[in-house]
């Protein structure tokens, strides 16, 4: 039997990658591990192709778009009901800061691009779809990122959680309707990755969701 060594230590990083995300899946780190471990694995190349081949998003990337600077205190100063406020009130009760979630590492590719643009909006996407910050709602926001970017990240991080929740023995019920609620939203919604979220952060949220077709 031939034996693909390269796919075979793929397969081994991206488990290193989920035991450690399973050992400490509260910490943003370990699921930028997961997501490394992923790096240059045809289900990433795959997703690639997937997100490319929506006309906007393509057009970002291929204008390596960037995003304006805001500070959280301008954002707090933006409307009420405004995305650019809602945002800023998740990221204030997370003791987070939009220069946190900055990616530092260089540009060099349209894969580099489109990983940098995801990290970037996370957050931005549960503001949008309405998930919280816990469990549920990052699983939530798993589902509809799988609906809507085919991303083997997130089937790694339903898997992860589902098994974590397992292990713990806690009820299922709220989980399973988070993964319903995402993949339906996912499913239904205007695919999300191509708006430029960040030029519009003082329109209100109650308007970025009818346009992209999600719940107001």
């Known amino acids: 039997m031939k034996i693909n060594l390269k796919e075979r230590l793929q397969s081994l990083r991206v488990v290193a990658g989920l035991a450690q995300f399973l050992k400490e899946p509260d910490r943003l780190e370990s699921v930028f591990g997961l997501f490394a471990s992923l790096k240059g694995s045809p289900l990433l190349n795959q997703m690639e192709r997937h997100l490319l081949a929506q006309p906007g998003l ?17 954002l707090a100063a933006m409307p009420e009901g405004s995305l650019g406020r809602v945002y800023a009130q998740q990221l204030t009760a997370l003791g987070l800061s939009p220069e946190s979630l900055t990616d530092a590492t260089p ?16 957050d931005i996407i549960h503001v949008l779809t309405g998930f919280g910050v816990d469990r549920d709602g990052e699983l939530g926001v798993q589902a509809f990122n799988l609906a809507q970017n085919r991303s083997p990240l997130a089937v790694l991080l339903i ?3 589902l098994l974590k929740a397992l292990q713990e023995d806690v009820p299922l019920d709220s989980l399973l309707r988070a993964l319903s609620r995402g993949f339906t939203l996912g499913l239904e919604a205007r695919f999300v990755m191509g708006s430029r979220f ?19």
């Open 58 to 74: 393509a057009a970002l990337t291929a204008e390596r778009w960037q995003p304006p600077r805001y500070s959280l205190e301008q």
């Open 107 to 122: 540009i060099e590719s349209d894969g580099d691009y489109l990983r940098h643009r995801l990290r970037q909006t996370h």
């Open 159 to 161: 898997f992860g959680g």
């Open 198 to 216: 960040e030029d519009g952060w003082e329109r209100p949220l109650t308007e970025w969701r009818r346009e992209l077709g999600l719940p107001e």
